[in-house]
Structures are given as structure tokens and as C-alpha cells.
């Protein structure tokens, strides 16, 4: 008998309900709890997407619920927190979503969770590490959303200035999920040619390059400033890692991972490509980067440690 896929949703905001409704259009799960502090919103969401089923490919059990749900969940996936307000930073939202993110990750813990933890919710890099020091679990099964949404706004990016599908696009933002974040155009591809060698061959500049990374970069910021809010992008991101954990796909996807000893760092989480399994993490894919992007990437975890160090640790 097929195991049945159950994912349980912590936050029925904007973010959150993306990426529910992304997943009943996908149809690749069987139970789908959502909770959220105000519980009479959890239920009219779940009424809501109840009532779409009919039209959806495949039927899904969809119900508001508690934090005894996540006991037997396959995935249990954090977007509560608060909202980033138009002139913040992402970094601006650590003491008030540290101790939403740490609320949040013990009562799924009392229920004798043991899946993969998700987090999305902002400063991810932070919040991620917040999430798996409360928990306790293996930190390769605590992942967080990282640069997958960044690395999805350069690629659709590139595919537009190049005219070129972005399946055909292989190309990472590193780093912060913010403001220290990075390209490493070296290792940035147009099927197995070099991005740097194509961009040579059309007579365009590396500037052009450099002008899609700050796109990228204040992308978030952009779409604040104009509709107070991201959220379709983001959903559709946690459905495809969601989706590379249930069906064990063994796929790279630049997520927030534990860094062990890759690239000089211990004991944070940042953006980077890794494999990404049933279990969770199977391994960092450890570039061979530049001088320059390894500072770059230094830099970034410079930031995120002092961060962690005087605002973070004091309060978990």
C-alpha cells in the first residue's frame, strides 16, 4: 500500500497559501493540515481550498488542524511571521520572527515530530538555524528556503535577455537570502557552455550581468514597495522543494543548508546548492569558487554569525 504524503502548514498568510494552493494544483499529496495562530483563519482557508477540489487533479484531505497533526507529517512547512513592511530588510524582522520561529518549532516538536522541517519565513537563513537549534533535529533534515527564490528570479532573468528557456538555464544566487547574496558566474551555464563565453559570443557585457544580479537583489524590495508583499513566487518555490523531498528526487536546488565545514564555515545556514532527498540534505554541492566569490560568500556568512551571535542566541 502507498504511503501516504502529508504536509502540515504552519501560517495561512499570503505566503503560506501560495504555496497551499500551488500544492493542491499539483496534486502530489494526500493530506494537507494547515494551523495558524488564529485558528477561524485556518478553517476558512481549508474551506476554501475544500471547495476547489472538484476542479483539482486528484483529491487531497485538506483540513484546519493543531500542532498534534504534525506528529506523523512527512513535512512540516513554517511561514509564520511578520510581514516585511516597505523600507525593511529582511535582517530587520530577526527578534520579532526568532520568537515567533522558536514558538512555532516547539509545539511541532511536542508532538513527537520527525520529518523534514522547512522554514520560510524571514531572515530564513537565521530563522532556519533558530528552527533547528529548538528542535533538535539532524540539521540536514531542517532546511530552509534560502536563495531558491532568488536563484529562480535570475534565471527567468537570464532566459528573458537571452531568449532561451530557463530549463536550459544553470545558474545559482549564493549566500544571505538578502543583501550579501552572490552570483558565481563561473559556474553559471547555458546548457554545458559557459554563461561568461555565451555572453561573449552576443557582443553583451558583463555589466548587463551585473544589472540582472542588483535586479535580483532588490527584486523583493521592488515588489513590497508596489504590492506590499511577496508570495506567488515564494509558494511555487516551497512546492518544488516540497516536491524534491517526497518524491526523493536526488536534485540540486540552492536551499539554506548547515554548513559543516563547507567553504571555512561551521555551525549557520546559508544558501547554497545542495542534494536534496527524501531525508532531506544528502550533501552540500562545494563549489570551486574565485577568490573574489569566496569573499563574497565569507562576507556573507560574517554577517549572518553576528547577527546570530548578539541578537539570535540570547533570545533561544
Known sequence: MKQKRKVVLIGTGFVGMSFAYSMLMAGDIDDLVLIDI???KAVGEAMDLQHGLPYARRKIDIKAGNYDD???ADIA???AGATQKPGETRLDLTVTDTKIVKNVTSNIMKSG???VLIVACNPVDIMTYVAQKVSGLPPTKVIGTGTLLDTARLRFMLS?????????????IMGEHGDTSFVPWDHAF??????LEVIEKRNLSLESLNKIYEDVKNAGYEIVNRKKSTYYGIGLSLNRLVNAIL?????????????????GFHGLYNGVPALI?????QEILELDLSDEDLHKFQKSCTTLKEIIDTTVNPLI
Open 38 to 40: 488564529n485558528k477561524e
Open 77 to 79: 512547512v513554517i511561514t
Open 160 to 172: 528573458e535577455m537571452l531568449n532561451i528557456s530557463t530549463n536550459n538555464i544553470h545558474a545559482y
Open 113 to 115: 515530530f520527525h520529518g
Open 247 to 263: 518524491n526523493d528526487e536526488h536534485t540540486l536546488l540552492t536551499i539554506s543548508a548547515y554548513q559543516n565545514g563547507e567553504y
Open 190 to 195: 547555458i546548457g554545458s557552455k559557459k554563461l
Open 70 to 72: 504534525c506528529e506523523d
Open 277 to 281: 532527498t527524501r531525508e532531506g540534505i
